[in-house]
């Protein structure tokens, strides 16, 4: 017996017959784009830990203040496209839930 997931002269056997979700390559180009879009922010959030990590704050009040306000900045709008990502995410995962099922074999 063909363990699930396996292939057999170009058939998809799954386990126990079950239906599998049609997946198109749409579906999978747009998580890629989305979760790129989400790794481009490594560098900026990375530099705001650092910025409030307090063992590396500078001592000039006026540079922490323009620091701060600038932080805020990055952070707000990391914020906002963060809540629209997941909202496409979750759009994106309902549609490949209620995606066409097709059946190995």
Do not use: C
Not at 19 to 29: E, G, V
Request: proline letters at 3%; a positive charge; charged letters at 30%.
């Amino acid at each position: 017996m063909k363990s699930a997931g396996s292939k057999q002269q170009g058939k998809v056997l799954v386990k126990k017959n079950q239906p599998l979700k049609a997946i198109s390559q749409q579906d999978i180009n747009e998580l890629k784009d989305r979760l790129e879009q989400l790794a481009s922010w490594q560098e900026p959030l990375k530099q705001t830990l650092d910025f409030f990590d307090s063992s590396k704050m500078p001592l000039n009040k006026k540079k922490i203040i323009r620091e701060f306000h600038a932080q805020a900045k990055v952070f707000q709008t990391f914020y906002a496209d963060f809540l629209v990502s997941v909202d496409e995410l979750e759009r994106q995962v309902e549609k490949m839930a209620r995606a066409e099922k097709v059946r190995g074999g």
